[in-house]
């Protein structure tokens, strides 16, 4: 189907739209008795396949590494004269902005204090269950969540660039398919693909707007309640269009520059104004327990202690970020051209996961401190109560709190409209078969919907239904990336063997040519004889 102001890819628009309208007005129409319904869904999912999350993401990260040291590392994404895009300081901003910037806001703070207060075992607000409070917060926010996306961005830039297919997840099986990717198969993979962005991004939407909710609450006093967040919602989602309106360049890449100068403003504040001598201690600290006991908390599945905090955090953290992935893989796919795999890799894996660390360290680790200072823990009981004002409740700690705790609601703000429209860009892109430029209004219409799924989900159980969302539609997309891994490494092995075969044959060429130059030379000589 394709005019001016629509061109779609039918088979895939349509069958994942009835399906999210379908979701909206069940959810509408139920009302109440969803929120039991997620509830149940959760349970099921993490209690039944939460070690197949585990043993994935584990797998993701080593492959991740055999890539980045391995003969593909030198392959060049776009082909060895492609030139890259965006400049490397811009390509991290946009990594870390579309990546994992309006989690880290909401989380930053709520997710260590949440730990620390009430640890999967051992006593609260003690020493142990401080510094297991971080290395498990950088374990759901480091290597294994990055390498989630570096997976699926690598595929589809590779195949993209280099093997000239649309930018679609199907195209990525085009080792084990062939053709039929062009078939109904591919539609479905590419619908899977739709539903799990479009659920991953709303989860984080709504988180986001919980927060702007709690922070104009704490500014202003205005209530929190769902009807507050859903006029939020609406409102943020109108500024998203102009943003989508202005392209990838002067929109997208515009606000996540300036999204990273922001919270690097605040992050410096912090670092400043807070326990400056305990954040860089704790900082080298923490990353060192992480890396020493990686293996022992990564493979940790409660078998022997199930207390269901496991299914609560880590594993709706593998699924929101495999949900996610289409989303921030894309997004990273389509910024990434002309780089090799090798800097591809540690660039995806390592840059952001350490500019992570700093700022948990920084906003958790210091609420933690701070906290352990005083008798009673009332800093970190007021934080824990609830989530969505964890950030402002620490910011009341310093100095111009006013100020702080307003910047922190624009910053909410600006990453919400950041990963609408980049998110916005992702779904019309699958759902036109893999166009870059199809018409604007398409993507209206899907930030549009991305504001109504996340208002839909708070109106039919707030936080546990953003929660199994996520991990509903994460479920069947883990399968999708565990197939993806062999299909990238089987791409990869064609391209390194193409490439060695045209070395040899370039070398045979140059070979025969100064053979001939050298016999020529002598025969020259030998007629001047």
Not at 74 to 95: P, V, Y
Not at 177 to 187: A, M, P, S, T, V
Not at 319 to 336: D, K, L, N, Q, Y
Request: glycine share 8%; with cysteine; net charge neutral.
């Amino acid at each position: 189907m394709n005019n001016k102001y629509f061109d779609v890819h039918a088979p895939v628009f349509w069958p994942a739209t009835v399906l999210i309208i379908a979701f909206i007005a069940i959810t509408i129409i139920v009302g109440e008795p969803m929120e039991n319904i997620f509830d149940q869904i959760q349970v099921f999912i993490t209690d039944k396949t939460g070690w197949l999350f585990i043993i994935s993401v584990n797998a993701f990260i080593v492959f991740c590494f055999y890539l980045g040291f391995s003969k593909f590392g030198n392959i060049k994404l776009g082909g060895k004269n492609a030139e890259t895009e965006f400049s490397t300081s811009a390509w991290f901003a946009m990594l870390f902005s579309a990546g994992m910037g309006i989690g880290l806001l909401f989380w930053g703070v709520a997710e260590p204090v949440s730990h620390y207060s009430k640890p999967p075992y051992g006593e609260p607000f003690s020493v142990a269950s401080a510094e297991r409070a971080m290395n498990l917060t950088f374990l759901h926010w480091g290597f294994h969540a990055w390498a989630i996306y570096a997976i699926v961005a690598l595929a589809l830039a590779f195949f993209t660039y280099n093997r000239k297919l649309p930018l679609t997840i199907r195209s990525i099986f085009y080792p084990i398919l062939g053709d039929r990717i062009h078939g109904w198969i591919g539609d479905v993979i590419d619908v899977m693909a739709v539903l799990a962005t479009l659920f991953g991004l709303a989860t984080s939407l709504g988180f986001g707007v919980q927060q702007v909710n709690g922070g104009l609450s704490y500014l202003f006093g205005i209530p929190v309640s769902t009807t507050i967040q859903v006029l939020l919602i609406a409102g943020i989602t109108i500024v998203a269009t102009f943003s989508v309106f202005s392209g990838i360049d002067k929109g997208v890449k515009f606000l996540s520059e300036w999204n990273v100068r922001i919270a690097a403003i605040m992050l410096i504040f912090v670092l400043i104004v807070g326990p400056t001598l305990f954040i860089f201690r704790s900082l080298i600290q923490n990353l060192g327990n992480y890396i020493n006991q990686i293996i022992q908390v990564s493979t940790w599945t409660e078998a022997y202690r199930d207390s269901g905090w496991q299914g609560s955090w880590t594993i709706f953290y593998w699924a929101w970020w495999v949900s996610w992935s289409p989303f921030v893989g894309m997004f990273i796919a389509r910024v990434s051209r002309g780089r090799t795999i090798r800097e591809f890799i540690f660039g995806v894996l390592l840059v952001p996961a350490l500019l992570t660390f700093v700022w948990l360290t920084a906003m958790g680790g210091s609420a933690i401190f701070m906290d352990m200072q005083n008798e009673g823990h009332q800093l970190a009981k007021d934080i824990v109560a609830d989530e969505s004002t964890a950030l402002f409740v620490f910011l009341h700690e310093f100095p111009l709190r006013t100020i702080g705790s307003a910047v922190g609601v624009l910053l909410v703000i600006s990453f919400f409209v950041t990963s609408s429209d980049s998110g916005s860009l992702v779904i019309d892109s699958i759902t036109a078969g893999g166009k870059l430029d199809a018409p604007v209004g398409q993507r209206i219409f899907w930030a549009l919907s991305e504001g109504a799924v996340a208002a839909v989900l708070l109106i039919g159980g707030g936080l546990s239904a953003l929660q199994t969302a996520a991990i509903t539609t994460g479920l069947p997309f883990l399968v999708v990336l565990l197939i993806m891994i062999y299909s990238l490494y089987k791409g990869l092995q064609n391209e390194y063997a193409r490439n060695e075969a045209l070395k040899k044959d370039l070398d045979k060429k140059s070979y025969e040519k100064n053979l001939a130059q050298i016999v020529q030379k002598n025969i020259q000589k030998n007629k001047s004889k």
